[in-house]
Structure formats: structure tokens, C-alpha cells
């Protein structure tokens, strides 16, 4: 599908960043401004806006922000310009290409940039702290909609509208809410039998920056079999945030988790161990079998371990870890014990 038939359908291409002699130029279609008053307000940046849509005439919201972009360039110095290739769409590279002043080199400048992305500053990590407060929040109301009769789809339901009102504005919820014997999967009509473990894997995205959780619940006193699984994946989850320290290899926090559980006669869980979290909900370092990517202090990862067997009952936990000289931090703000 074209990019557009997103949330912003007339939109004539991604937001772009301009950088040039130390000015950030955000452009962006007319009526998201708002949302970008607070990169405004900062100083050296500033916003310009085309317009995407208008009842009067047709929409041309591709046209309007190559023209919008042409502008930017010949009013620019000229030199070597650095370029995402991987990101730039071909008709705002032709709009390049074709603005160019006489001494322009495009450079690609793919990977620069996502290294620098992995090490949170104290303003990101003031935003994301809140973010997994929000998601807390979610979390908190689904234990009272967890009852024999009820569906998954209304205990989804309860998270989304407690988020919302946490954050006092709309926000989107995603990822798993199911009963443990499903393994995970977006919510639906299925109702939840009094055997039933619950597992509850919410995200949102709040202020640029994403949040997960993952908390295991029960619809009645969980069983002596349920019991012990939930209790193995949280030894297991407390494995994993021990070893996350700078310099530790990713597939070695992987092997290290699943083989406890292994040990103790569990299945491998079919995921990942974890990943990294910030501007996108999955990203580098990714604690899999294969990783050799190495944590470093200010990164925040996710780490979720789980036992599962499918058409029975299921177990997954999950929190937020800073990695730190000093040792990890737990950010995500709620208690995994069986409640």
C-alpha cells in the first residue's frame, strides 16, 4: 500500500527534516503543526507547512510539499547534502536532484544516525518514564475485567478507556490481550473460562516515543501447574534484567534465559528475549539467538520471556530496563507477582 493510505491521507510524504548551518526545518502538512509546537518553541528549529488538503480546489499534497522543499533548497548554501536513501521517496529525491545548485554532492548518510538513537538523553527518559506510567495505568484496570464469562475484547476495552483518560487526550493501544491458551493476538469475541491465564501485552506511542508492558493474569486461582510456570518466567524475566549491563552481548542474555527454563523441562518460547524501545515500539539491540549487538549504558530495552502451551495456558512477563553503569533500572512501574 502507498504510505498515504495512513493516518494522514493527504499528505504528500513522510515529515521531513531540513538541517543546514545549525537550523532544523521540520516540514510537515498544514493542520499538524500544533503538534510540533513544542520542537518550534526549541531554539534553532523552526516549522514549515504545506497544505495537504482544501474543500476549494483538488487535493495536491505531494505537490505542495515538493514545492515546499524545492523552495527550501535554493534558498540553501549549496555543498554536500546528506541523504537517508532508505527513507527518501524517489519524487522527493527527483525534486532534489532537480533544485540542486551546481556544487551539490548527495551523500548517503543510512545508519549515521541509528547508532546515536540507541542512547537515551534525561528528556527522552523523562518521556518515556511517563509513557510506561500510562501504560501502568492500562495494565491496572484489566485485573477486574478478567472473570469467567466476560471476552477478551471487553477486558481491551477497559485498558484502552483507562489509558485515555490517564493521558486526558486519544491515544492508540496495541499488541496482545488474550487468553494464555491463544499465546497472544489482538483481542477478540473469545470468552475466558475460569482455567484460564490472561496475558496482557499492551503498548502506546505518547509524545513520540513508545511504552510496552507485558503482565500475566489469572480468571480464577490460578493452578498448581500455572502456579509454577508463572513463577519460572519470573525468575527467568529476573535472570535477564540481572545480565543487562553495558558490554553484554544480546544472544548471551537470549541462551542464558531460555536454557533456565529449559532446565527446568519448560519449551522455548517462539520470540524474542527482548528489544530495544524509543522512537519505534521494536528496534535495536534485540535480544535474540542471533544478535551479537552489545548493550550500552542509556539504552532501554524489553525483555519478555514465556512458557507456553498452546490450547492450554500460557505465561509471559515483561519489563522496561535502563541499562546503567551502576546496574539496570526497572522502568515499567507495575508488579508481575500473581495477584
Known sequence: LPWRAGAFLYAGGP????????????????????????????????????EGYAY?????????????????????RGGPIGIESGHLPVALLDVLTSQQ??????????????????????????????????????????PAEIRPGNTELAVWHAAHT??????GTTLPLGNDCTVGRRMGGPPQPVEILPTDSFIVDLSTIWRGYWSDSCVTYYATAPSPQQIAMHRAVAEALELAISLAI??????????????QLLDQGYPTYPHHTGHGIGVIGHEAPR????????????????????????GETGVR?????LVTASGPEILTPYDLNIP
Not at 543546514?20 to 507547512?49: N, S, W, Y
Not at 509513557?131 to 495494565?139: K, R
Not at 483507562?162 to 493521558?167: I, P, R
Request: aromatic letters at 6%.
Open 15 to 50: 515529515p521531513l527534516l531540513w538541517y543546514e548551518a545549525g537550523q532544523f526545518t521540520l516540514i510537515l502538512m498544514a493542520g499538524h503543526d500544533g503538534e510540533a509546537a513544542e520542537f518550534a518553541a526549541q531554539p534553532g528549529c523552526a516549522v514549515q507547512t504545506y
Open 101 to 142: 545548485p551546481p556544487d551539490t554532492i548527495f551523500t548517503p548518510i543510512d545508519g549515521w544516525l541509528a547508532p546515536l538513537r540507541l542512547i537515551r538523553t534525561n528528556e527522552e527518559l523523562a518521556r518515556m518514564r511517563a509513557n510506561f506510567a500510562l501504560i501502568a495505568e492500562a495494565q491496572a484496570a484489566c
Open 287 to 310: 535480544v535474540t539467538p542471533h544478535s551479537d549487538e552489545r548493550l550500552q549504558a542509556g539504552m532501554v530495552i524489553m525483555l519478555e520471556p514465556g512458557i507456553y502451551y498452546p
Open 246 to 259: 553495558p558490554g553484554a552481548r544480546c544472544r548471551d542474555i537470549d541462551q542464558a534465559v531460555r536454557q
Open 162 to 167: 483507562a489509558l485515555q483518560q490517564a493521558a
Open 317 to 321: 512477563l515483561e519489563h522496561a530496563v
Open 56 to 76: 476549494e480546489r483538488q487535493p495536491a499534497g505531494a505537490q505542495n510539499l515538493q514545492a515546499t522543499l524545492a523552495a527550501l533548497i535554493r534558498s540553501s
